[in-house]
């Protein structure tokens, strides 16, 4: 499990082992357009503010992923305890 904190919203949340970046914040009410749900397409695409992607995508190339700056929040989760995304 990792701590997803959003830094808009001011509100912290836990993404447990089987569970999507992508489905805890809809079950937080938080409204996220999605579209093939494997990482592929770049709709999910969420900026990182803070902490280390563990990047699970096929959508962004070698250079974006080392960059850290986005995560696909329907297939990555986190290398660091906590991410920070722009949300
Ligand atoms: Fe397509 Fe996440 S919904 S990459």
């Known amino acids: ?6 830094a808009r919203s001011a509100v912290t949340l836990q993404v447990p082992a089987g569970k999507s970046i992508l ?10 357009a999605s579209s093939c749900g494997q990482g592929a397409c ?6 990182v503010l803070e902490g280390t992607p563990d990047h699970q995508d096929v959508y962004l190339n070698a250079s974006e992923k080392a960059s850290n700056a ?15 995304l722009d949300l």
């Open 42 to 47: 770049g709709t999910c695409k969420v900026r």
């Open 70 to 84: 986005t995560i696909m929040t329907c297939v990555s989760r986190a290398k660091t305890d906590r991410l920070i």
């Open 1 to 6: 499990a990792f701590e997803i904190a959003l």
């Open 23 to 32: 489905q805890v914040l809809r079950e937080n009410g938080i409204k996220m």
